[in-house]
């Protein structure tokens, strides 16, 4: 009886972890239908705190996914620091593509934040 129990338990516990790691990537963001690591921060925070830049991975999967997976890190970035979803790019999304910045698969954005 006690060992029916443990294997029960163990079944459920199982199956909890399942149905957890699948929740992670079904809330992920697909841009043209494809998932990007991309991650703002700030250039100096003490001296320019506005100033930031975005580096997308996986550019090669696709540019234009790759370019507004950079578009929501900026402004995710600019929401969460200044409540602001202004944003002055120096080189961002609409960027011509000739003169974006791609380099080991990585393409890096740059931009301020526009103070409210």
Request: net charge positive.
């Amino acid at each position: 009886m006690a060992k029916t129990k443990l294997t029960i338990m163990a079944g459920i516990a199982g199956l909890l972890l399942v149905s957890a790691c699948g929740t992670a990537s079904s809330d992920r963001i697909l841009f043209d239908g494809k998932a990007f690591r991309a991650k703002a921060k700030p250039v100096d925070k003490r001296a320019s705190p506005t100033e930031f830049t975005v580096v997308v991975r996986g550019a090669s999967a696709s540019l234009d996914g790759a370019r507004e997976a950079g578009r929501y890190e900026g402004t995710k970035f600019c929401i969460s620091a200044f409540g602001t979803s202004k944003i002055d790019w120096k080189v961002g999304p609409d960027t011509e593509p000739q003169n974006l910045r791609i380099a080991d698969d990585q393409l890096t954005f740059a931009g301020a934040c526009q103070r409210p």
